[in-house]
């Protein structure tokens, strides 16, 4: 499975969301007998998802502020 940002965003996707998405998908391929396989997550994954852009826009500032100083 490969989760992209922007589809994600495009969704309304939660991080709920994604978590229920990818649980559901291991339940399926156990159910199947296969019990191997990856999820590739973007780096950037959270700052799509609304609920963190706020917050990863907050922390970036600080940082900001306090890399300068």
Avoid: W
Avoid at 3 to 28: H, K, Q
Avoid at 46 to 62: F, G, R, V
Wanted: positive net charge; aromatic residues 8%; hydrophobic residues 40%.
């Amino acid at each position: 499975m490969t989760l992209v940002s922007e589809e994600s965003a495009f969704r309304g996707e939660t991080l709920p969301d994604i978590v229920n998405r990818i649980a559901n998908l291991v339940c399926r391929r156990a159910d199947k007998g296969k019990n191997f396989g990856a999820v590739l997550i973007p780096e950037g994954l959270l700052s799509h998802i609304s609920a963190y852009k706020h917050l990863i826009a907050e922390l970036s500032a600080l940082f900001q502020k306090y890399n300068n100083n």
